[in-house]
């Protein structure tokens, strides 16, 4: 069994301070893609990274993909209450995706 | 691009009586479908995977028999919930992929209420 496990579980903030959440496993991935919930809603797909040491930026959210693709981590700078949500990495293998058990992020104006 | 609908969002049905999800792609073909359940302020719990025209891959644990799923076409998925109980309640979330099966695109959920 592939397991994806986020850290921190729960993550509350000032408007305007930085985060990384962690996404952390010891299966190796082919992808990995994080996704954005907001309550009563379908998740939203932010990114997905493929290669190794990737890096992706999206406005003020920045993505990395590990070197031996097994974590991924993803930076916001300068939060803003409109962050606030659920976000989920997903792991694929073998066309499976694993889904970790998400970071909650409260965003305080 | 990249829509998918779900109808109904919510709905609210006796104990012993059967729902029916739908699952739309609106805007591409999904080659694969995918149907997750979640609880409140938890991750998603895969519950199976349908292809169009082929049974559906139902996860470990979760009743084939009970959730009954129809893959009819590459736009339309469908989750029964047949004898609904109580415990049944939840969020259900589908999902639709396009040819690389990595990247999921969701619905935005059904609240089912058993009540």
């Known amino acids: 069994t592939q397991l994806l496990e986020q850290s921190p579980q729960f993550l509350s903030i000032q408007e305007g301070e930085n985060l990384t959440v962690y996404c952390n496993s010891s299966?190796?991935?082919?992808?990995l893609q994080w996704y954005r919930q907001e309550p009563g809603e379908g998740p939203v797909l932010l990114v997905t990274?493929?290669?190794?040491?990737e890096v992706k930026k999206l406005k003020r959210l920045t993505f990395q993909f590990g070197d031996a693709r097994k974590d991924s981590s993803l930076h916001i700078t300068a939060a803003q209450p409109g962050d606030t949500g659920l976000y989920l990495c997903?792991?694929?293998?073998?066309?499976?995706?694993?889904f970790g058990d998400g970071t909650t992020l409260t965003v305080k104006p | 691009g990249a829509v998918v609908s779900q109808h109904p969002s919510w709905v609210i049905c006796k104990s012993g009586t059967s729902v029916k999800i739908e699952c739309r792609s609106l805007?591409?073909?999904?080659?694969?479908m995918f149907w997750y359940r979640q609880f409140p302020k938890q991750s998603l719990m895969l519950m199976a995977t349908s292809n169009e025209g082929s049974k559906a891959t139902y996860e470990q644990g979760v009743e084939k028999d009970k959730f009954l799923i129809n893959h009819a076409s590459l736009t339309l998925s469908t989750l029964t919930v047949t004898s609904a109980h109580p415990e049944d309640s939840s969020f259900y979330i589908c999902?639709?992929?396009?040819?690389?099966?990595?990247?999921?695109?969701f619905g935005p959920g059904t609240r089912l209420t058993v009540t």
């Open positions: 997903a792991g694929d293998n073998a066309g499976k995706s694993t």
């Open positions: 805007d591409f073909q999904a080659t694969t």
């Open positions: 999902s639709a992929s396009r040819g690389s099966l990595y990247e999921q695109y």
């Open positions: 299966s190796v991935f082919s992808s």
């Open positions: 990274v493929v290669t190794g040491g």
